[in-house]
């Protein structure tokens, strides 16, 4: 008696379930569910030509560290680009909808191209721009690969 | 009589449901596990450049803030990488349920 109570009651729960979720279904109407933003082929691109540009000019700091010329004061112009170029990039993934990780993200890369500026003004020497590639680096492929797993989620 | 067994339901959801997930993890781990590896190489680098009195304070401190926010950038694709799993986890049950459901109810529901 009790058993079939217990099961009559796990029934009820898992009729219950196809209830809710065929409830939902009928509210939202829709083939598909999206918890993240779709893949914006612009960020992927913007963010593979900023990695380019800021890896071309710590290469160029590599090279001649020692020179006058890769002191910041002759530099300033990469700075004031890179800020632009992220806030450009932070704008158009914030039109896209439920896209607050990749936000977050263009954030923290601000944030370490700041900590750069920060670096250049103390003085880097060439040996010093191996930790600073890697975190830019990183940070780069970090919002590609979700990017990236945003267009192969749903393909 | 009702026309949709909701047993075979379930498992078909859950089975449906079950692969994406797992294929997800196996991906997200060898990312985080090789990026890892690049910014632990990367604060041994300044430790040592610290010990051998090459780096100031000031620039150690800059230094480690930028491999710490590349850590958070990683965890932050981990986390986006979970969700899209759970999406698609969702999206696959919903969709080995569709015909059942939809002729059952004689309407396109799903």
Redesign the interface.
Known sequence: MKNKEHRLKFVSFRILCIISLLYVLSIIGCANIRLIADYDEQIDTSITSFQRKVEAFLTYLERNAVKDEAKYENNTKFYDEAMVDLSAIRVRAAANPKNEITIKQIDLLYENISNLEKLHKLGIPAEQIFPIRTAINSTCTAILKLEIAKKRGRS | MPN?D??A??TNMLSAAKEPLLQKWS?TSG?AES?FK??G???L??EK?RLIG???E??AK??L???K??????L??I???G??A???A??AA?SVI?DT?NTALKFP??
């Open positions: 949709i909701i047993s339901l379930l991906e990312y990026e690049k910014i190489e990367a604060i680098f300044i450049q090459k780096m100031t000031e620039q800059l230094h803030e930028m491999q926010n590349a850590s958070r950038a990683i932050l694709t986390e986006g990488l969700i899209l759970v999406e698609a969702i999206n919903l569709r459901v529901l799903i």
